[in-house]
């Protein structure tokens, strides 16, 4: 599997009468391994999470609970991918600008990142972001 670009990757989900257990091994479900955990909640209807992109950073999120939309770009063109079981995860490679939005009441999104926080990493505008990416 190729790990150059966004794409869906399919979590081991164990299924039992109990209830449904997935989990996410550093490395092995994911192309990295994970330094950072962290998790958007109660984000108010209407509001999304704004854009921006890492230079280095590599990230997988998965939506935990509910649902979001996260719409990715490469400066060319955009995709919006909805994300709404928690079996299934969005990778984004490093230089990838995204944001999240159209969060469902109640939704959790679990972020998993390659890099411990660095905001010398952030590209926080779109035309910089472009620029850099695309020359």
Request: proline share 6%; aromatic share 14%; charged share 20%.
């Amino acid at each position: 599997m190729e790990f150059d670009c966004p794409q869906i990757i399919e979590l081991p989900k164990i299924k039992d009468p109990r209830g449904n257990l997935t989990f996410i091994e550093s490395a092995q479900h994911v192309p990295f391994e994970i330094k950072r955990y962290y998790w958007i909640y109660d984000v108010p209807s209407g509001m999304w999470r704004n854009g921006h992109a890492f230079r280095q950073q590599q990230e997988f999120i998965v939506a935990l609970s509910g649902s979001f939309d996260v719409v990715y770009s490469d400066g060319r063109q955009e995709v919006t991918q909805h994300l709404a079981r928690p079996h299934y995860g969005l990778f984004l490679p490093a230089m990838t600008w995204r944001r999240m939005d159209n969060f469902s009441t109640n939704s959790v999104a679990l972020v998993l990142s390659s890099t411990c926080y660095d905001p010398s990493d952030y590209i926080e505008d779109f035309e910089t972001y472009k620029l850099l990416k695309n020359g």
